[in-house]
């Protein structure tokens, strides 16, 4: 079994549309996977920050649901090179999620049902620039695209908004997840490339 679902194939770009260097445009919605798809019950799904000391907090399905939601339009870009324009979504944000945490942290490591991790700089989960998303285009996320809930970090190639997200560790070290022990690039910013390891 392959480490990710077959390839796709390139598009050239279209008209003025601006996309990050190396990118073709999509309308479809690529599904990748390192492995297969967790189906978590909302009624057992929970998702915990824990902060470097150790301390935690946690939320039920119902209690994240209770929380304000935004509905963020964003790009987003993967690192295979495709790109999707204009996406709608509906979540909650990092910044509601972590605003009374008492933490040092400058680094956060996202976990995920079924043992997917990736790492972020804290300040990229904050300050409107990251949500816990649960709706896609008017419609629950669907397990393949990361439901219940996904991370979504749009500025950032779309490995970092880890799928099925379970918790978020908050670290004074930076520890790398999956893909980055893999070899891909620590932060993954898709205007400057950054792919792989010395990008």
């Not at 601006?18 to 978590?40: C, E, H, M």
């Not at 649960?134 to 880890?162: C, N």
Request: aromatic share 12%; charged share 25%.
């Amino acid at each position: 079994m392959g480490i990710v679902s077959p390839g796709f194939h390139g598009r050239r770009r279209q008209g003025d549309v601006k996309l990050p260097p190396g990118q073709y445009l999509t309308d479809d919605f690529p599904v990748l996977s390192a492995g297969p798809t967790p189906r978590i019950d909302r009624d057992e799904w929970e998702f915990v920050v824990t902060t470097e000391t150790g301390d935690r907090r946690r939320w039920t399905w119902r209690e994240f649901r209770a929380l304000p939601s935004e509905t963020p339009t964003v790009d987003i870009h993967c690192v295979t090179k495709w790109s999707k324009l204009g996406t709608t979504w509906t979540g909650v944000s990092l910044d509601t999620l972590l605003a009374d945490m008492d933490t040092a942290a400058d680094h956060a490591l996202a976990r995920s049902y079924g043992g997917y991790t990736t790492n972020l700089p804290l300040e990229d989960l904050l300050d409107g620039r990251a949500w816990l998303a649960y709706r896609f285009d008017d419609e629950d996320l669907h397990p393949e695209h990361g439901g219940p809930v996904r991370l979504l970090v749009p500025h950032l190639y779309f490995w970092k908004s880890a799928k099925w997200v379970h918790g978020l560790d908050l670290l004074t070290q930076d520890e790398p997840g999956f893909w980055e022990t893999a070899g891909y690039h620590d932060y993954g910013d898709p205007w400057l490339e950054q792919r792989y390891q010395g990008d």
